[in-house]
């Protein structure tokens, strides 16, 4: 199987700030590699899709980029509802797909 | 608007089974293969299953093959996962998610608790 390792497991920020999340692959997975936000209590809604496609709605502060066995989600310019947890989760192994084990980005 | 709506869950002893239903709505259910992605108490994301959008093809995580059965309703556009054999530590929120190659559009999540 193909293992996803997500740093930081846990991150501190101001509105306003700029953050990145690294996601790393354990074998290169070309770019196939997506990205969700969890809200407590919700189910994942998909902001990136093979590694640097914006879905559709999602704001243009949300960035991916990356491809083989690194890659990173960047927001820029925090808002109050980008508090949430982030998984990447890879679909080069699809249907057997695996996630990371998650970032959860709080308020400092 | 795409929606999709789980239902089935609840409290079952281990060794147990249920069966959970995904009914959906606003999209041509027989082109897309649905998942089942499931998601213990304060714990990640596991992909547990998925099936191909002709059901000709299934999959499984192996922690459930042998266990759990999905199947796909392309005239009613709803999947199942019969769940056999339960143990506690599947206990989790279990998500039906439409799937393209993405999870690009999930259900709210239904609970299944597996204790005695």
């Known amino acids: 199987d193909i293992q996803m390792t997500q740093s930081p497991s846990s991150l501190s920020a101001s509105v306003g700030d700029r953050v990145t999340i690294t996601c790393r692959a354990s074998?290169?997975?070309?770019?196939?590699l997506n990205w969700y936000q969890q809200k407590p209590g919700k189910a994942p809604n998909l902001l990136i899709y093979?590694?640097?496609n914006l879905r559709s709605g999602v704001p243009s502060r949300f960035s991916g980029s990356g491809s083989g066995t690194d890659f990173t989600l960047t927001i820029t310019s925090l808002q109050p509802e980008d508090f949430a947890t982030y998984y990447c989760q890879q679909s080069s192994s699809a249907p057997h797909n695996t996630f990371g084990q998650g970032t959860k980005l709080e308020i400092k | 608007e795409v929606q999709l709506l789980e239902s089935g869950g609840g409290l079952v002893q281990p060794g147990g089974s249920l069966r959970l239903s995904c009914a959906t709505s606003g999209f041509t259910f027989n082109n897309y293969a649905m998942s089942w992605v499931r998601q213990a108490p304060g714990k990640g994301l596991e992909w547990v299953s998925t099936?191909?959008?002709?059901?000709?093809?299934?999959y499984y995580a192996d922690s459930v093959k042998g266990r759990f059965t999905i199947s796909k309703d392309n005239s009613k556009n709803v999947v199942y996962l019969q769940m056999n054999s339960l143990r506690p530590e599947e206990t989790a929120v279990y998500f039906c998610?439409?799937?393209?190659?993405?999870?690009?559009?999930w259900g709210q999540g239904i609970l299944v608790t597996v204790s005695p």
């Open positions: 074998q290169s997975i070309n770019t196939y």
């Open positions: 099936i191909s959008a002709r059901s000709s093809k299934t």
């Open positions: 998610a439409k799937d393209a190659s993405y999870y690009e559009k």
């Open positions: 093979t590694a640097s």
